[in-house]
């Protein structure tokens, strides 16, 4: 054999490189394991002391423990001889673990480009823009593209519309006074087009800093902040593992921190007047739509009114449920038509904080601001150049502040307003909400000012960290989210590591017994091949998800592919009287072994590679996996396992390649499959035509990634039934017209673990509907948690046993985002089909092998899908169809063409050995003679795939099974259906492939 010193030395530089990598996990999981049972001891101490902690004072107490414990563990370096590293620099470095893994939250913002073009334009009042706003907003419903190109594609269709007339410099778009540097009077519209493109990348960018300066100041440990999608997408991704406190995160990263100064009107007969007026016309209009003169007064505006008393400035307060309706009013026609002329520039903006009132309800206080013509602040927060979360020591109370220090032209003009307004109150409003409204006694020099409120210290953290890093250039939305809790994503990681193991163990048990000496030197290359795959998964910083849990066993099996591709090679020589010399001469050639192996795994490295550019978070780690497996994979099963077998054979050492029992395994077999053609075409036919049936009448279960909509996955202490729980959440899923909206539920695993999927107010993704979604699933199943708060209940509880109930994942997509997967997914399975018949027409140099593979692929994409839809509701486990069915389907794609691909080359290699030799011989003798192949490869990876199946958890169930018909039905689609289809399209009569 040649090469053999570079193939062994290559190896162990590898394997000394994986080992090195994989270091630093060991060393940062030691410190990690000693400080998390300190941690456990302080917090249990903690919790004794002061049981009624909320979940969020909890995280932070068990943050700053942690932070303590590491610094005292991580002191002392670890020392290999030959290199040292601290703490800090081996976790830098370590495995990093996806959210699914160790719990967390995984965010997409979505920059709103639409606020960055209003700011741009001056707020322009030109009716023409505001019609290309409109337009652009109604296309981004179905559309795929980015805001601002369908921005530009709707402004050129009105211009067309208008005759040419309109020009993007126009003084009233965005040739204004303050654009007159970048976008003059002789602006051709293609060179403001590209000054809009920069300026809304730049804001988008300044975006981008600002969430990752907050989330520095939030403390998280290896946190994640990248943009996304193109440049002027204005998506943002941000990952924070082993976050509990999810609302506060959804708080931070969603305020803007647009900070102003309003001036605030007392309650007064003016505003009285107005709200009893307002409230008499919605009443008196009420009873006309209902043709009754009889109004229930109780249910009326001013009965939900509470008014503040003198001197305040708030001017009513309202309870939290009644809050929606007044909205509705204020918003209502009505409203705007009776507003008397001195209150033309009156808003009405709600307090940030409900206070406690009677009884069991909560009361939001309402304030009245007086603006301008051009809706203006008295000032604006983009003065404060710091501010600082402090206790006022000094104080009977002392309470939380947060305290503020303006620039010098802001500490100017806060005292003329100060002095201006001296006996009046001031709102200081934070994104739309009155934080305080203070009456200003004395004119204020200096520019430091405090913001007073309820404030525990955790929110007047939060506040000085938005303050402090300064304003979104936009609002900012969360259009998808995806949270674990902590023990759910440990209980994965146990899950998997199990599954893993059991079906290691299966394959090496199973690889001895069947091939004997050779069995066994596969599986060193199977133990070579996961030491190399890991280290290079943590050199190139790649994160571990638990669907590349999965990768790696499929991994396993393209390693045992290779294997016995060589292996029945070997015996198939042997059998000719070859010597064993010769044999393995022969099998590790491209004649031999070596075109089915790299034309299988090539075509599963083109669906892998398909998979990573447009997958997404931990399908984006399965391909990963998969691609560094398949390289991997050749390396050692091809090329290690080849220096372990010629090393024995070269010194004279014999080697068998199985036993008495496996030896002539399906050995000269002589099975006319042509025989079954018939019998295979109606299987096939019924089973087509029944999954189309289906598919067509009964539809899948989509999953929220394709429609929308927020999904939680509720663990409760006890077990429960499906339907109650569903009937129990109908009852508060209405809207404020009165429509029912039934959610989805379905148990998952075990009889007390449900998942919730609800549309209610799907197309609305603002943080008030996940709060108010998240409030309303918590009314509903209130009765089932008797002992636990709303707090405990959303950010992941507690029994106390170290059992998580309540939320224990969450996840939420929004309409748009929901659009560009349903689209990627498809454009991924057509572009990997598309590439995989390029290849094999190039591989075979005949269009009927590629036809035939991707024909045989096709048939058995619509039976995997045929199955879900048949089987959904009729199996104990969920099979709904998400990003991660997306994989399944292509993993499929990848092995039904693999099996496909082993017996197609023994063909071609046929067809070259014995011209005259009808086709259907041929093909007959290809299947025969890969027979073994084929069993063993396709039972081995079944039965890995079915122990994942079993012991892998809940989450990855699914998935799981769709690989499971998928390798069933492709291994029956290889030999029933590719080669049938091959027959068919070939020339019969002469007996070869059509040229």
Not at 172 to 193: P, V, Y
Request: overall charge neutral; some cysteine; hydrophobic content about 45%.
């Amino acid at each position: 054999m040649q090469g053999k010193g570079l193939i062994i030395s290559f190896a162990i530089a590898l394997g000394l490189l994986s080992v090195y990598y994989l270091s630093f996990t060991w060393y940062t999981r030691s410190i990690e394991s000693k400080a998390d049972r300190e941690v456990v001891y302080q917090m249990d101490s903690l919790e004794q002391k002061n049981p009624n902690l909320s979940v969020g004072e909890k995280e932070s107490y068990s943050s700053a423990f942690t932070r303590e414990a590491l610094e005292k563990y991580s002191k002392d370096t670890l020392d290999l001889g030959i290199v040292k590293y601290t703490y800090e620099k081996a976790k830098d470095r370590e495995l990093a673990l996806g959210l699914d893994l160790k719990g967390g939250m995984n965010v997409i913002l979505q920059v709103s480009i639409s606020d960055l073009l209003e700011d741009f334009s001056d707020h322009s009042a030109n009716p023409d823009f505001k019609e290309v706003i409109a337009r652009t907003n109604q296309l981004q419903r179905s559309s795929n593209d980015d805001y601002i190109n369908d921005f530009f594609k709707e402004y050129y269709a009105l211009k067309s519309q208008k005759g040419g007339s309109l020009r993007l410099a126009s003084p009233d778009w965005f040739g204004t006074r303050a654009n007159s540097d970048l976008i003059g009077i002789n602006t051709t519209d293609q060179e403001a087009e590209a000054v809009i493109k920069k300026y809304v990348e730049d804001k988008v960018n300044t975006a981008y800093q600002v969430i990752r300066a907050r989330i520095d100041q939030f403390g998280v440990t290896q946190p994640v902040v990248q943009k996304v999608g193109e440049s002027g997408s204005g998506r943002i991704l941000v990952e924070l593992p082993g976050i509990k406190d999810t609302d506060r995160v959804k708080k931070l990263l969603q305020s803007t921190a647009k900070l102003e100064f309003w001036e605030a009107v007392r309650l007064d007969d003016n505003i009285n007047n107005y709200f009893v007026n307002l409230s008499q016309k919605l009443d008196a209009d009420k009873a006309e739509l209902n043709n009754d003169s009889i109004v229930d007064n109780s249910n009326s505006l001013v009965s939900k009114l509470i008014p503040a008393g003198n001197g305040n400035s708030t001017i009513y307060y309202v309870q939290l449920r009644d809050t929606a309706y007044v909205n509705t009013a204020l918003k209502s026609p009505i409203a705007n038509s009776i507003r008397p002329v001195n209150m033309r520039y009156f808003k009405f903006l709600w307090g940030n904080k409900a206070i406690e009132g009677r009884g069991d309800d909560n009361l939001l206080p309402l304030y009245a601001i007086r603006g301008n013509a051009r809706d203006l602040p008295l000032l604006e927060g983009g003065v404060v150049t710091d501010a600082q979360a402090d206790r006022q020591t000094g104080t009977y109370t002392n309470s939380v502040v947060v305290s503020m220090q303006m620039n010098s032209r802001g500490s100017q003009e806060w005292y003329e307003i100060t002095k201006k307004f001296k006996g009046q109150p001031i709102a200081i409003v934070l994104d739309d909400l009155v934080y305080t409204a203070p009456n200003i006694n004395d004119a204020i020099a200096g520019g430091r000012s405090q913001i007073t409120g309820d404030f525990t210290m955790n929110e007047a953290k939060d506040l000085a960290s938005v303050l402090s890093a300064g304003s979104l250039p936009a609002s900012a939305k969360i259009i998808q989210v995806d949270v674990v809790g902590p023990s759910l994503g440990q209980e994965s990681i146990q899950n998997g590591l199990l599954s893993f193991a059991i079906a290691l163990a299966v394959v090496f048990i199973y690889m001895i017994f069947f091939y004997n000496g050779a069995g066994f030197i596969s599986v060193i290359g199977l133990l070579a091949n996961i030491l190399f795959l890991m280290g290079i998964l943590v050199s190139f910083g790649a994160v571990l998800t638990l669907p590349g849990i999965a990768g790696i066993v499929l991994t396993m099996g393209m390693a045992v592919d290779a294997n016995v591709i060589i292996y029945e090679r070997v015996k198939e020589e042997m059998s000719k009287g070859k010597g064993l010399k010769q044999a393995l001469g022969d099998a590790y050639t491209w004649k031999g072994a070596y075109s089915a192996i790299i034309d299988a795994n090539l075509t599963t490295l083109i669906t892998a590679i398909v998979l990573f550019f447009f997958g997404d978070g931990p399908i984006k780690g399965f391909a990963v996996t998969l691609i560094i497996g398949v390289f991997t994979t050749l390396f050692t099963s091809v090329l290690l396992c080849k220096y372990f077998i010629y090393s024995r054979v070269d010194n004279g050492k014999s080697i068998s390649f199985g036993n008495k029992f496996t030896l002539n395994f399906l050995k000269n077999t002589h099975i006319d499959v042509f025989k079954y053609r018939k019998v295979a075409y109606i299987f096939s036919g019924v089973l087509v035509l029944a999954s189309i049936v289906s598919l067509a009448t009964k539809g899948l279960n989509l999953g929220i990634e394709f429609q929308n909509g927020r999904e939680y996955k509720v663990r409760f202490d006890k077990q429960v039934k499906a339907n109650e729980i569903a009937s129990d959440l109908a009852k508060v899923f209405v809207d404020e017209n009165g429509v029912q909206y039934n959610p989805n539920v379905v148990t998952i695993g075990n009889s007390n673990q449900v998942k919730v999927t609800t549309k209610y107010k799907s197309n609305d993704d603002s943080q008030e509907v996940d709060t108010e979604v998240e409030q309303k699933l918590y009314d509903g199943l209130k009765s089932h948690f008797p002992n636990m708060t709303y707090d405990q209940f959303v950010n992941v509880g507690d029994n106390g046993q170290g059992s998580a109930l309540g939320v224990v994942e969450y996840r939420k997509v929004g309409p748009s985002i929901a659009d560009d997967i349903t689209y990627n997914s498809f454009y991924s399975v057509a572009i990997a089909l598309s590439l995989v018949f390029l290849y094999l027409l190039l591989t075979f140099r005949k269009w009927q092998f590629s036809a035939g593979a991707v024909l045989a692929t096709l048939h058995d994409t619509v039976i995997v899908l045929g199955l879900f839809s048949i089987l959904y509701g009729l199996v104990p486990f969920s099979l709904e169809i998400d990003v991660a069915f997306i994989a399944a389907i292509l993993t499929v794609i990848g092995y039904s063409l693999n099996d496909s691909v082993i017996v197609f080359d023994r063909v071609r290699e046929f067809m070259g050995d014995f011209k005259t030799m009808p086709i259907k011989e041929v093909i007959n003798k290809a299947v025969n003679t890969t027979l073994t192949r084929t069993l063993n490869t396709s039972f081995t990876t079944l039965f890995v795939i079915l122990v994942i199946f079993i012991f892998g958890g809940e989450s990855i169930r699914s998935f799981m099974f769709a690989l499971l018909v998928g390798v069933g039905v492709g291994t029956y689609s290889s030999v029933f259906v590719a080669s049938f289809l091959l027959y068919e399209l070939s020339n019969k009569k002469k007996g070869t492939v059509r040229k």
